[in-house]
């Protein structure tokens, strides 16, 4: 019987987590289904198409039940943290997903989750697709670098904070005032403020088009 293409995309989620982005070949693939590569090729003609087909299936779960009866901040909102939690569910999620184009229902459904928030609220179209891109580049970028400090290497960085307060206490006293900020580690919290600034950015531009 031949493999099918879910089959081969579950199956490299699964080795994504056991090895991360760079274990992760067609060859290695290709073992771990008990396959020559020709079946793989198939399907997904290089690497470079698998991951567009990994990156579509880490973002199935966002957006499926979009809210329509909650003000617009709060389905962005939403949005956001649904795709943080989609990136976050396998190993170097945000990896994967960053620099990939997939046209597909996951990623237009999404796309809409997000505009239609926004062209609702009043921002012009260009602010709605622009934003939303914002949106997304926030979100991978947090959780790329969320995903890139493994525990041992979060508990170094607050071992290692003496030696940052000492080396900056008096060359570079704002980031000495901000010390205990930088060593942070609660994600959540963190997180939930970035969201919370964007959208106020994008309530402010929305608000200034509507005084033009």
């Not at 921002?123 to 580049?137: E, K, N, T, V």
């Amino acid at each position: 019987m031949r493999i099918q293409r879910d089959q081969i995309i579950a199956t490299a989620l699964v080795l994504l987590d056991e090895t991360g982005l760079e274990g992760l070949t067609m060859r290695a693939l290709a073992q771990v289904l008990r396959v020559q590569a020709p079946s793989l090729y198939w399907h997904f003609p290089n690497k470079k198409a698998l991951i567009d087909g990994m990156a579509d299936a880490l973002v199935e779960g966002v957006a499926r039940a979009p809210a329509t009866d909650v003000p617009w901040q709060e389905a962005i909102r939403t949005v956001g943290q649904e795709l943080r939690q989609g990136l976050l569910a396998h190993r170097d999620g945000a990896r994967v997903y960053a620099g990939t184009y997939v046209a597909s229902d996951n990623t237009l459904r999404m796309g809409e989750a997000m505009t239609a928030p926004l062209l609702r609220a009043g921002a012009s179209p260009q602010l709605a697709a622009w934003g939303s891109f914002s949106m997304m580049y926030y979100v991978l970028g947090f959780v790329m670098e969320e995903q890139a400090l493994e525990p041992d290497e979060a508990i170094d960085a607050v071992d290692n904070q003496p030696s940052l307060l000492a080396m900056t206490k008096d060359r570079f006293p704002s980031v000495f005032a901000c010390a205990e900020a930088l060593f942070h580690t609660d994600f959540e919290e963190r997180f939930a403020l970035g969201l919370d600034i964007f959208i106020a950015g994008l309530a402010d531009r929305i608000k200034a088009k509507k005084r033009a």
